[in-house]
Structures are given as structure tokens and as C-alpha cells.
């Protein structure tokens, strides 16, 4: 499927909705090289496209079908508010990043030992070298998308399991 959120990002996006929920929604990524690469976490408000049973997106469903690669299982995933999608999340995935791109399209968060306090977010930051570097703290009203067991998060938690 093809999802766009015109108002955040340009971009299409290769996914499968897994979970829609009245405010949030879960999409199992695709990469370009049709391999699953982890899980969002959008504001069901801000896709403003859906494109689905085209022969090209038959075709890499095909293609997947026979990929070493698998989503990964959403079930355990509370989509009812960002707070209980964060707390559902961090029980299964140690490293989030999370996105603000309303506020800034270029800068995200990736975070270990995430907590959620009332209307905040609070975690280690994780550097880009891919070593813990402080705290930070998030309103949950400013988070656009939330991404997990991709293999971006994996691979900065292997690095943090490494130190």
C-alpha cells in the first residue's frame, strides 16, 4: 500500500496498515528493496492518501510473500493514545525514535528507557555514534510518528548492548 501524509512528509511511504485506531495508526514499513523494516506509529489524521491493489504494489506484495523477511507481530500494540502506544511498545522494543515533524522534519529522537509521565515523554537520548548522551523529555501532543523494530533501532540497541 501506499500511504502519504501530504501536510508532514512529501514522500510516499511503502507499508501495510496493521491496526487503525480512531487517533492512531499502525503501518508495517516496507523498504525499497521489499523487505519489512519495522513498525510506525502515525496520527490516523495526518495520512491523507491511501493507494492499494495496483499491479506494482501486487507485485512487491508477491515479492514479499517470499522474503526471509516478516512484520513484526502488532497484537500487543495500544493504540488508544500515544501514551499507551509508547508504554505497549517499550515492553517488547528497547530503542523508539521518536518524530516531531511538525515541529521539525530533520530531527528525531531515538531513545532507550523510555517512560511516559501525564502528557510527557521522557528517555536516554542516543546519539548518532550510538552511545547513551543524556535525557530528554517530549509533550506526547507534538509526536508524529513513533518507529520500532526496524532495523535502525536494532542496530543502535545492539551497539548500547555492546558498551
Known sequence: ???R????????DNAFVSAIG??????????DNCAFDGVWIVRTEDI??????TEYLQAKARVLEGSPSSPEPVGYV???DWGSAIRSVTE?????????????????????EVEVLESV?????????GTRDGRFS??????????????????YWQRLRAD
Open 22 to 31: 480512531r487517533d492512531l495508526t499502525v503501518l508495517s514499513m516496507v523498504s
Open 138 to 155: 517530549i509533550e506526547l501532543d507534538d509526536i508524529t510518528r513513533l518507529d520500532f523494530a526496524g532495523g535502525y533501532e536494532r542496530g
Open 92 to 112: 517488547r522494543h528497547p530503542v523508539l525514535t521518536l518524530h516531531r515533524e511538525r515541529t521539525n522534519d530533520d530531527v528525531c529522537d531515538v531513545a532507550a
Open 48 to 53: 491523507t492518501y491511501l493507494r492499494w491493489g
Open 121 to 129: 515523554v521522557i528517555g536516554e537520548s542516543i546519539s548518532i555514534r
Open 78 to 80: 495500544d493504540i488508544s
Open 1 to 3: 500500500m501506499d500511504v
Open 5 to 12: 501524509r501530504e501536510h508532514i512528509s512529501g514522500a510516499t
